[in-house]
């Protein structure tokens, strides 16, 4: 597709400098928004593996321009996103949107945030408490803390591989009980080795535990009880949610009655109004069985909700 122009752009959050890419719609066409797209957890790029590239795609067609950016310490952004905290990751959401805002195309009155699975929880700190951003979109993310959320998906994970064992399944789930109550005490990343030894490293474990080191426990730790509520509480603008049905990530059910919870209640903003989309039998990005990219209906889903909003 001919656009404008894709360029990779640089700018700044406080200390920190993110690097990214801009998209521009068709020449000649009129921009009628602009998405910040913010990626999920861990090591996550301005293309969030290969799940932005087909959605900026459909966004740059359907007239929006688009910038997503290097999570800091990734790919060519400085500083290290193990040492952030939500509010630090929340602080970069909000310095992207600012930069699109300052492109002459674009109406700042018309540039919003989206969000997938991880980057959900951040673009709703972003927004949250802010009159000037038109709408927020989460895919993909759960309305529970970190530490609920993966104990949904180990939980899922460990009866998959150890079906005919209840017992393993207890075991691993006790174990990671034990790791996230020692993330509250703060405990050092030598004592949750110590527990994991003690118990025998459950192979079950490894989903959660591959990878682990020090710099990574210190940012788990961190996380692991960020409540997206009180954020959810705090909108001021329409709330786009998205999941997919056989996400196997997410507490899909759960994380639908919180939300409905949240924008039942007293103090919710009038402007704040709810939209929930769930996709019967799309995994965490979105994808029906055997496709590589997100579903059309995802796609339109979306795009339509944007123009209307």
Request: proline share 6%; with cysteine.
């Amino acid at each position: 597709m001919e656009t404008v122009d894709i360029r990779h752009v640089t700018f700044a959050a406080g200390p920190v400098r993110l690097a990214g890419t801009l998209g521009l719609p068709r020449r000649g066409e009129s921009v009628r928004g602009g998405v910040v797209l913010v990626g999920g957890s861990g090591a996550s790029d301005r293309d969030n593996d290969t799940f932005f590239p087909p959605l900026r795609r459909h966004l740059l067609d359907a007239g929006f321009a688009v910038l997503s950016y290097d999570k800091r310490g990734v790919g060519e952004s400085s500083g290290d996103w193990r040492a952030a905290t939500p509010a630090d990751l929340a602080a970069d959401a909000a310095a992207a949107l600012a930069f699109l805002r300052s492109r002459p195309e674009v109406r700042s009155g018309a540039a919003g945030l989206f969000g997938h699975s991880e980057g959900g929880w951040v673009v709703l700190r972003a927004a949250t408490g802010r009159d000037d951003i038109p709408w927020v979109v989460t895919s993909g993310c759960p309305a529970t803390t970190p530490a609920v959320q993966e104990r949904h998906a180990l939980a899922r994970h460990v009866r998959e591989a150890h079906a005919d064992s209840q017992s393993a399944v207890e075991r691993v789930l006790a174990l990671y009980d034990r790791l996230v109550a020692a993330g509250r005490r703060d405990a050092d990343f030598a004592t949750a080795v110590g527990l994991v030894d003690a118990a025998g490293a459950p192979p079950g474990l490894a989903y959660y535990w591959d990878g682990m080191d020090d710099r990574l426990w210190t940012f788990l730790k961190r996380k692991q009880d960020h409540d997206p509520v009180p954020d959810l509480l705090g909108l001021r603008c329409p709330h786009l949610a998205f999941f997919g049905g056989a996400d196997p990530l997410v507490p899909v059910a759960d994380s639908v009655r919180t939300l409905g919870g949240t924008a039942c209640h007293a103090s919710r903003h009038r402007r704040a109004t709810l939209t929930v989309e769930v996709l019967p039998g799309a995994d965490h990005r979105l994808r029906l069985p055997g496709a590589t990219e997100p579903a059309p209906e995802y796609l339109d889903r979306l795009t339509r909700w944007l123009l209307q909003n």
